[in-house]
C-alpha cells in the first residue's frame, strides 16, 4: 500500500445515539460512539458489536475508515482517536473517532514493517528485532500510507534502521525521533549453563526427622 490507498475503506454503519445509558446499549450488543467534527459539538452514535470489531480490525494502518450515519446519503471519513477497553473480558467499551477531509493535515501514527530477510537471520546466525512497531507522521488525509515498508534484506548482524534513515513521500513529514531504532540485527543471545560447585556437588541429602 501506499499514499492515497483509502478507496477501498470499511464501512461502519451507525445510528444517533439517544437516551439509553451506555451499559444498557451494551447489553444490546451495541457499542457507544462519539463523533468529533470540527467547529461542532460532538455527535453521539451507536454501533453493532460484532460489525464494530470485524471494522477495527479491517481499517486502514492509520486507523481510517468510512462512517455510514443512518439518514445520510453518503458516509463520511473518520480516523480512530481513542478505543477502550475492559480491562478483563478486553470488550471494547467505548470508541471515539474523528472526522477528517482528504485534504486534511494531520499527525497520526503509521506500521511500520520488514521486507526480506537478512541473510544471517536466514541462517540462523542473527535475529531481526523490531522495538519500535509504529511511527508518527505528519501529512494529508490523502497522503497517508497505510503502512510503511523497510527492506532489511541486506542489514548484517550489529546493524540498525533508526527513523532518520528512512525515504518517505513528498508531503509526508516524520515527527517521531529520527534516532528511534526501528530494525537490528544481532547474534542470537548466548546461554549460558551454570555448573554445580565442589560445595554443591559434595553436599548430601539432609536427614529428616
Known sequence: FGPG???????????????TKPRALRKQ???PMALIEKGADHCMIQADAAELRVVLHDASGAGM???????ESK?????IKQVDHDAIKREILNVT???????DLITVDVPVIAIG??????????ILNHP??????????????????????????????????????????????PEATLF??????????????EDEEGVEPGLVG
Open 29 to 31: 450488543g451495541k457499542v
Open 5 to 19: 490507498d483509502f478507496y477501498q475503506m470499511s464501512v461502519l454503519n451507525v445510528t444517533l445515539r439517544g437516551a
Open 117 to 126: 530477510t537478512p541473510p544471517a537471520v536466514e541462517d540462523h546466525t542473527a
Open 75 to 79: 458516509p463520511r471519513n473518520v480516523i
Open 132 to 177: 519500535t512497531t509504529h511511527i508518527t507522521i505528519k501529512a494529508k488525509v490523502s497522503d497517508i500510507p497505510d503502512h510503511i515498508e523497510v527492506d532489511v534484506s541486506a542489514m548484517e548482524v550489529n546493524t540498525t534502521v533508526m527513523a532518520g534513515e528512512l525515504k518517505l513521500a513528498e508531503g509526508i513529514e516524520l515527527m517521531s525521533s
Open 97 to 103: 473517532v474523528m472526522q477528517v477531509k482528504m485534504s
Open 65 to 71: 475508515f468510512n462512517l455510514q450515519i443512518e439518514g
Open 184 to 197: 537490528t540485527c544481532t547474534p542470537p543471545p548466548v546461554v549460558v549453563l551454570e555448573t554445580p560447585t
